[in-house]
């Protein structure tokens, strides 16, 4: 962690507003695409994403271990996340978007025509699979393939063991295959 | 190393968290063995797939100033 944001955390802990809104600009997009990844919706991961940064700002002050800030920080939105799914469990189907793709282009990217035929024609198959998945598996895939976190992060994040998130990464992987097998076959037999 | 281990430990490959002691014995079994082979290639296929798909969304614009303001508020609301 470099010196900079130390000393915007410490200030921010203060009850510094602009230190804190430091921190937030640098977070604001990997906490969001989290969110995002594990919900499925534009509309519940910014509520989330909100209440994760409201729930820092007052809480900053106890936060131990300045080192730990990052860690720290998606424990607090993993469990807003769950409570989010614990409060919309009812309506689980309205509850994701429906794949129709209308969402995905929301994300501002150009893309090649390869880029483009995925985005497509199996983007919206991808949504769903990933959609499928248990929440728990959802989390630690989306940690380590999308942030970047190893293993023994995420582990320390979740407090788990680094055996069973290997597991459920594991498992992510085979359960999605199965969903895009379709996808994935094609020219497997010409390697 | 047998198909079996060597197809558990392909997550562990991808995600570039295999130790070192086990990555040339997973790599002979990957040169040698056909059937996985063709096994790894699905899963690097999906890998590719699915990081491009799942890459960084960008947050609505306002999404802060709205988290700002209702720090804002509550100060306020804390002060009457």
Redesign the interface.
């Known amino acids: 962690m470099d010196r900079k944001l130390k000393e915007k955390i410490k200030k921010a802990a203060k009850g510094d507003?602009d230190a804190?809104?430091y921190i937030?600009?640098r977070y604001?997009?990997?906490v969001?695409?989290f969110v995002?990844?594990l919900l499925g919706s534009?509309e519940a991961?910014?509520e989330v994403?909100?209440d994760t940064?409201?729930s820092v700002?007052w809480n900053l002050k106890n936060l131990k271990n300045i080192e730990k800030f990052e860690p720290w920080l998606f424990k607090i939105a993993r469990n807003y996340v769950y409570q989010y799914s614990r409060k919309d469990y009812s309506k689980k189907e309205d509850f994701f978007e429906d794949g129709n793709g209308a969402k995905n282009g929301?994300?501002?990217?150009d893309y090649t025509p390869e880029?483009h035929l995925?985005?497509g024609e199996?983007?919206d198959e991808?949504?769903k699979a990933?959609n499928s998945l248990d929440l728990k598996y959802r989390e630690v895939f989306?940690l380590?393939?999308?942030e970047g976190y190893?293993?023994k992060e995420i582990a320390e994040m979740l407090g788990r063991s680094i055996q069973s998130v290997?597991t459920d990464?594991?498992r992510a992987?085979v359960k999605?295959?199965k969903s895009?097998e379709k996808?994935?076959?094609e020219g497997?037999?010409e390697? | 190393m047998k198909c079996k281990e060597f197809r558990d430990l392909i997550s562990e490959f991808l995600d570039g968290e295999m130790v070192i002691s086990i990555r040339d014995e997973f790599l002979i079994h990957l040169l040698s063995c056909e059937e996985c082979k063709k096994e790894f290639s699905v899963y690097l296929k999906e890998n590719i797939m699915l990081r491009k798909f799942l890459q960084d969304v960008d947050p609505p614009s306002g999404m802060l100033l709205s988290v700002i303001n209702m720090i804002t508020k509550g100060k306020i609301n804390k002060e009457e």
Not at chain 1, 106 to 109: F, G, K, Q
């Open positions: 507003l804190f809104q937030c600009k604001e997009k990997k969001f695409t995002y990844h534009h991961a910014e994403t909100q940064f409201l700002y929301d994300v501002d990217m880029e995925i985005k199996i983007g991808i949504k990933i989306t380590a393939v999308v190893s293993y290997k990464i594991h992987r999605l295959r895009l996808y994935l076959n497997k037999d390697v």
